[in-house]
């Protein structure tokens, strides 16, 4: 039964990414072209997210394995309530 359903979930994840994807395109091609200037911000703004977004993940990555997720453990005795 479980494997069944993985294969709908994918069936229907991969049909939303066609629409989503002709979507995109259908809009793109419908809209008046770029000057060069705008095509090599655009081009540059995207390449500095994936490098940001990549950097982040990497320090994920990075706390996890250093240990920096653990929680924290102290030595002192509990404060009295009073």
């Known amino acids: 039964m479980r494997n069944t ?3 709908l979930l994918a069936a229907v994840l991969a049909a939303l990414l066609v629409a989503a994807t ?7 091609r419908a809209a008046p072209s770029m000057p060069l200037y705008d095509s090599i911000i ?3 703004a995207a390449i500095l997210t994936l ?4 950097g982040l993940i990497a320090l994920i990555f990075l706390g996890r394995r ?9 030595k002192r005795t509990a404060a009295r309530p009073w």
């Open 66 to 74: 250093k240990g920096y997720d653990e929680p924290a453990h102290s």
């Open 5 to 7: 359903n993985q294969w």
């Open 22 to 28: 002709w979507y995109c395109v259908s809009v793109w």
């Open 42 to 44: 655009f081009g540059a």
């Open 51 to 54: 490098v940001s977004g990549c």
